[in-house]
């Protein structure tokens, strides 16, 4: 059957590039194949140098998509979103090529990588972020374990976050919506002199929401949720910077619909089967020190960083006691401080370009389960975590052929680690326990661009994921989950295999990727009856299948004066099970979203309609191979449009934007059976204000700005970083500091954005 695939991936790679070879040659100036990205090899590069399947949200599409978090660009992108317990309790899981992240705590405990400007940040942070301070989101489709360590094992999600620029912009928006949902924020930035800034605040709430069947889905709301952002950076020149970045996030008595206990011999026999609620009250707060650089010729960069903080979530239980009482009592109390530093530096001298570096990540965390007059003493536990990490790579690239068409690159990684537990639970004594492993990974890829408008690649990545101390340690509850560790698991390993193919010709964007990992000592969990949850090894097994992206701009091809981009995105697993046949689980073999996109200059509009398919996991526990209670397989309809009501030129514009979520109010549940909201409405109203505009110009900061950032004269066709403005093949960009590594300092202009201005 694989064979199958392949063949028609072959034939459409054939197709596609005969049919596009004898097309009249087209403008290059959305080139995605020239876009700039840092996430994949931590360092400055073109999309079509790149060896794998790559993505890069832009601000602008972020604007314009009527998504209120990160979690809902991602449905976008081939990822598939699972809100846990509940749309607004902030515990979502994203997941990617079948592989997926943990709700929260450890970030060790993901196979799909999430970075905050190119260090770990984890789902803590992503599921609640503000998306007033995101300048771009870059997307790694396979493994990144060698470039970033631990985890990594399906796929790299980079945030990368606003500094000030020379052209100052602002942004304010407040509006409201069904479900007594307000949302209010503001976010600013711009540059004197040698000092940069930028800044951002957002505010949220909402009440209990109905699914589409009617039904109130009490206790769904959040009672407020904040967002602050703060970046500051002193430009020695135009080269080196010193930053300072905080940043946080506070999810404030964000609640989930009542569950009830088990009903096991594990549950104590007063509580089997009663009700309750829980809410949760998390605080993220992180700070980062970075200093990035390159020298005067630009052919050495480099980047030194240090971060800390400290992420506390505290869940409350209100169970329905007998006497008709439902107190709010801290059921389980979570700390996790978190510190690490990166020192990296990257050569590029044609052909060759080498970047190394040195990765510290440490954590500390503490759990506790107090005892109380509602929690009996078998629910009680406390556990105190610690691990560390030390790491250093190094990655290489040659660049091949006339107009660098040819782009071979490897990579090697060594890691180090320390984990170690003390537990106390009233199953079990006291003890304290340490594990040290260490790993070495390679990879190996191609790029290859025969002709200007498309990409041949091919990939071979390792990766691993150790265990986390809950998996290794545990004997203790979590809420009503009791969670049995297996102190002899191995560290997960796995090899990736993937080869596909990119197209960007006259509007249309078109991309294919077949993937097959291969693992040993895959982690996983199974239910064991009267235990609770219990982590094991599985020996060998195999995740496979088929990536595809589709998008063509309409408008662009006819030669209209407004853009119609109707495309789709779907990841289809082929394999996924263990060499003696037995389904993963937890998994959904299909991922599907697509859409259509209007935008018009003229008529100041822009509007999405899409849908997005939530897959069904076939099998829940790895042992029976019991298929999940009815839930997932639900396809849902959205729309969002903005328009611009007053234009007042260099003093800015007001627009009007409005949502429509679940249009058609269908009653559904995601893949991690929450029963979802029904048809939802938002209606905000938004002030932009940029006061450096050209009317009818592709630079809104005026040919000066650009000659100077770029050293060169408006119109040599210099790259920015995450745009798709073109420059001649072969013509390396003005190397800079490691933009989305530090978050800061390259003094590329706003991606996408200044194109983008309605």
């Known amino acids: 059957m694989h064979r199958r695939y392949l063949a028609a991936a072959a034939a459409a790679i054939a197709v596609s590039a005969g049919s596009l070879a004898e097309a009249q040659d087209s403008q290059r100036e959305e080139s995605f194949l020239d876009t700039l990205m840092v996430t994949a090899s931590r360092t400055l590069e073109r999309a079509r140098d790149i060896p794998l399947n790559v993505e890069v949200v832009t601000e602008e599409e972020i604007r314009d998509s009527g998504a209120k978090d990160v979690t809902d660009i991602l449905e976008d992108h081939g990822i598939q979103v699972t809100y846990t317990v509940g749309r607004n309790y902030g515990n979502d899981v994203i997941s990617m090529r079948g592989f997926d992240t943990g709700s929260a705590g450890n970030d060790m405990l993901s196979a799909v990588q999430v970075l905050l400007n190119g260090r770990r940040i984890g789902m803590d942070s992503v599921s609640i972020m503000g998306l007033n301070s995101i300048e771009r989101i870059e997307i790694i489709h396979g493994p990144g374990s060698v470039v970033y360590g631990s985890a990594g094992m399906g796929g790299v999600i980079n945030i990368i976050t606003k500094t000030g620029q020379e052209t100052p912009q602002a942004r304010a928006e407040i509006g409201g919506g069904s479900f007594g949902e307000v949302r209010s924020m503001i976010s600013g930035s711009g540059r004197s002199g040698s000092l940069d800034v930028a800044a951002a605040l957002m505010f949220m709430r909402s009440n209990n929401y109905q699914t589409g069947s009617g039904e109130t889905v009490t206790k769904s709301d959040v009672g407020a949720r904040y967002n602050y952002y703060l970046n500051l950076g002193w430009n020695f020149d135009e080269r080196n910077r010193l930053g300072i970045l905080f940043q946080g996030n506070v999810n404030d008595k964000a609640n989930r619909p009542y569950t009830a206990f088990g009903t096991t011999a594990s549950t104590p026999p007063e509580y089997r089967g ?19 650089g390159a020298n005067s010729s630009g052919d050495l960069t480099w980047l030194l960083r240090y ?16 006497d008709g009482s439902r107190p709010r ?7 996790s401080d978190f510190q690490g530093a990166q020192a990296q530096a ?9 970047t190394a570096g040195i990765d510290w990540y440490g954590s500390k965390m503490m759990q ?17 975590s610690r691990m560390s990490d030390v790491g250093a790579f190094v990655l290489a690239k040659l660049r091949l052929l006339a107009d660098d068409s040819l782009t071979l690159s490897a990579g090697v990684r060594y890691d180090k680690f320390k984990i170690n537990i003390d537990t ?26 025969p002709v200007d408008f498309l990409k041949l690649r091919a990939n071979v990545g390792t990766a691993y994921r150790v265990p986390t101390p809950r998996q290794l340690f545990g004997n203790f509850y979590m809420g009503s989950t009791y969670f049995l560790g297996d102190p002899n698991l191995r560290p997960e390993s796995s090899m990736t295999v993937d080869f596909g193919f990119d197209v960007d010709r006259g509007g249309l964007i078109f991309s294919g990727t077949y993937f097959t990992t291969d693992f040993k000592d895959y982690i996983s969990s199974t239910q064991i009856p009267g235990v609770g949850t219990q982590y094991l090894n599985i020996e060998r097994a195999t995740i496979s299948g088929l990536e595809a992206k589709v998008k063509f701009n309409v408008g662009r091809a006819l030669g209209a004066e407004y853009d119609l981009t109707p495309w789709a995105q779907w990841t289809r697993l082929l394999k996924y099970q263990s060499d003696d046949g037995k389904k993963l689980p937890g998994i959904a073999e299909n991922v599907f979203s697509a859409g259509l996109d209007f935008s018009s200059d003229a008529a100041g509009l822009r509007a999405r309609a899409k849908a997005v398919y939530h897959g069904k996991p076939k099998i829940s526990s790895y042992r029976t191979q019991t298929a999940p209670a ?4 639900s396809v849902v309809f959205d729309f969002s449009v903005t328009k611009t009501l007053f234009d007042y030129g260099d003093n800015g514009r007001v627009s009007l934007t409005a949502t429509v979520e679940n249009v058609a109010d269908r009653f559904y549940e995601d893949t991690g059976g929450t029963e979802m909201p029904g048809r939802a409405f938002y209606l905000g109203v938004v002030y932009d204000y940029w006061p450096l505009r050209v009317q009818g110009s592709p630079n809104p900061a005026g040919p000066a700005d650009f000659a100077e950032l770029w050293g060169g004269e408006w119109g040599s066709g210099e790259q920015r970083v995450g745009s798709r403005r073109s420059r001649p093949r072969g013509q390396r960009p003005m190397a800079q500091s490691p933009r989305g590594q530090g978050g800061e300092g390259l003094k590329a202009e706003k991606a996408e954005d200044r194109e983008g201005w309605r």
């Not at 990257?346 to 080498?354: G, N």
């Not at 106390?424 to 190996?444: D, H, Q």
């Open 274 to 292: 009663r009700r309750y609620y829980d809410s949760q009250d998390k605080y993220v707060h992180s700070g980062d020190l970075t200093y990035e």
């Open 307 to 322: 971060y800390r903080g400290r992420t506390m979530y505290t869940i409350f239980r209100e169970p329905f006691m007998q």
């Open 329 to 335: 009592i801290a059921n389980s109390i979570n700390t």
């Open 346 to 354: 990257s050569w590029d001298r044609r052909p060759f370009q080498v």
């Open 368 to 384: 506790e389960q107090p005892r109380n007059d509602y929690t009996v003493a078998d629910l009680s536990s406390y556990a105190k």
């Open 424 to 449: 106390v639970s009233a199953r079990a004594p006291m003890r304290e326990e340490t594990r040290r492993y260490t790993k070495t990974l390679p990879s190996f890829g191609v790029a290859y661009s």
């Open 630 to 633: 009815e839930q997932g397989g």
